[in-house]
């Protein structure tokens, strides 16, 4: 087993994050999601996506990403609020890790080095949502000291889905 590395995320990675991105969203979702959602999924979309983040000029977003050798396996994004205004001032906007890597301390390791950006930029707090029924991310992120603040409907490509809001104090 090789050692994982967390690293700030480059340009040329934006495939291999929307790889991941993508494959989380089908590995997690299934069941909570409806599945046209799921199967809406393009990693080339995503792709585009990550390219537009990474290559912002602003001093957020913050993209780390876990390479297990030269494969990423995991990412964080850490950006300005949008919808935690209320309750945070940083939004932990995305937070993947293939399942073949749960269990390693990936997830946890990628949260503190969250934690390490949002405090760079003067933040108190991560907000973010996770859907109710994750049950696995909600539990990670309590263990880790994140607390359930609201709760929101939010259509998702037409589909009504159920989120809690968390904050995690920096």
Known sequence: MTAIAITPAGLDDAPAIAAVHVTGWRE??????????????????????????????????????????????GLVLVGPTRTVTA??????????????????GIGRALIEAAIIDARASAAAALGFWVVHGNTRARRFYEAGGAEAVAERKELLDGAEVVEVGYRLSV
């Open 28 to 73: 997690t979702y299934p069941g909570l999601l409806p599945a046209f959602v799921i199967d809406g999924l393009s990693v080339e979309r995503r792709a585009d996506h990550w390219r537009r983040w990474l290559a912002s000029s602003e001093r957020l977003p913050f993209v780390r990403v876990a390479r297990d050798g030269q494969a990423i396996v």
């Open 87 to 104: 309750f945070a001032d940083r939004e932990l906007d995305a937070l993947y890790v293939l399942a073949s890597h749960h269990g390693r």
